[in-house]
């Protein structure tokens, strides 16, 4: 079995986008050295990693409440999950011993936050599907970070995709993310995962370890007022992965202006950002500055810019915008309605 025959497949049962990462670089190049999240350390055994991509259908960030993404994201992960399983299977039976990764998977003895043993945005960069943002998301060129990732581990050896060496992220000029970031979180190509998660987590882990902390001090009569609170609600369903687990704010990603999906149906509806303030321009601008005078940047080190784009930004999303109206003018004049 090779490659593109795998590629085929998961093509055939549903994937957006897939691309294949070899085993031997994921555990030559861990996202963080002091807690490496390698295949290595799952199995010895895995060669290459199946990297699946489902795309956040666009609608949803065009409505006028988050709850529809957030609705939309668990059926992606469930539909990605399938498709993953699926492929792992038909990989075993030709064969290959192959498993799934959990996507949204956390794993308490690496760090103190959500930090799963395989991290699926470098999975993603890894097998060429894309590079970071400034907000440390994957961009696709296709649809921005408006995707779910998740990994199939094989035995099979597959040729590796080539890892993406041009910046997808505009960067520093744009900062449409950074200005969107109702907590303020975007760092630059980095993020406060711990203010993100107040947003993005409203009825996560955080959240209801923070709420049971103030209950046990609590008198009987505030004990009662508090479990019939909004937010032992929210618990309730987050832990139903209804909604508000995880995913829930989707400012970040209706923003950026890169793919096709946005060119096509966001460029309008999300082109002004309300949370936009003058302290976030200036924010964008100090790290423009920074970049510019070739300042020390965490996330831009040695180790990091493998995943940012060592080449830099170089018009890709110009480029698709310019192909895309291109495609649009053929097609009207196709239509008859130029
Ligand atoms: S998900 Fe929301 S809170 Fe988190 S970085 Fe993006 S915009 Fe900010
Ligand atoms: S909004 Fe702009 S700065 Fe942020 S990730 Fe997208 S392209 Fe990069």
Same mark, same amino acid.
């Given at each position: ?49 199946? #990297? ?31 498709i993953g399983y699926r492929l792992a299977e038909k990989l075993e039976k030709r064969g290959f011993p192959s498993f799934l990764t959990a996507a949204q998977e956390t794993d308490w003895d690496y760090k103190k936050a959500s930090y799963g043993r395989l991290s699926t945005r470098? $999975?993603?960069?890894? !097998? ?103 937010? #032992? ?8 992965? #209804? ?23 966001? !460029? ?52 698709? $915008? ?17």
């Amino acid at each position: 079995m090779d490659a593109a025959e795998v590629k085929q497949l998961g093509a055939s049962l549903g994937a957006d986008m897939i691309g294949i990462a070899s085993a031997k670089m994921l555990n030559a190049f861990p996202p963080d050295p002091r807690y490496p999240q390698t295949p290595d350390r799952i199995s010895s055994y895995v060669k290459s990693v199946i #990297v699946i991509v489902q795309h956040i259908p666009v609608a949803a960030f065009r409505a006028k409440q988050n709850i529809p993404v957030q609705y939309i994201d668990m059926l992606v992960l469930r539909r990605m999950d399938k498709i993953g399983y699926r492929l792992a299977e038909k990989l075993e039976k030709r064969g290959f011993p192959s498993f799934l990764t959990a996507a949204q998977e956390t794993d308490w003895d690496y760090k103190k936050a959500s930090y799963g043993r395989l991290s699926t945005r470098h $999975l993603g960069i890894e !097998a060429g599907l894309g590079t970071f943002g400034l907000e440390v998301n994957i961009l696709t060129p296709e649809y921005g970070p408006r995707v779910y990732l998740t990994g199939v581990l094989t035995e099979a050896e597959l040729e590796p995709d080539e890892i993406m060496t041009e910046q997808v992220c505009i960067g520093e000029g744009c900062s449409r993310c950074l200005y969107s970031c109702p907590s303020d979180a975007v760092l630059h190509f980095g993020i406060d995962k711990r203010a993100c998660a107040v947003e993005a987590q409203e009825f996560g882990y955080m959240q209801i370890t923070k709420f049971f902390n103030n209950f046990i001090g609590k008198s009987r009569s505030e004990k009662v007022a508090d479990l019939k609170s909004r937010d #032992v609600f929210g618990f309730w369903q987050g832990l139903l992965r #209804v909604v508000g687990s995880f995913g829930d704010c989707p400012r970040c990603l209706a923003v950026c202006p890169v793919g096709n999906d946005y060119h096509a149906y966001l !460029a309008g509806p999300q082109k002004h950002i309300p949370e936009r303030t003058p302290e976030k321009e200036a924010k964008a601008k100090g790290y423009k500055e920074a970049r510019k005078n070739g300042e020390e940047i965490a996330g831009l080190n040695e180790w990091n810019r493998r995943w940012v784009g060592p080449e830099g930004y170089k018009g890709i999303v110009a480029r698709q $915008l310019k192909s895309f109206k291109q495609r649009q003018r053929e097609r009207e004049e196709a239509s008859g309605y130029s």
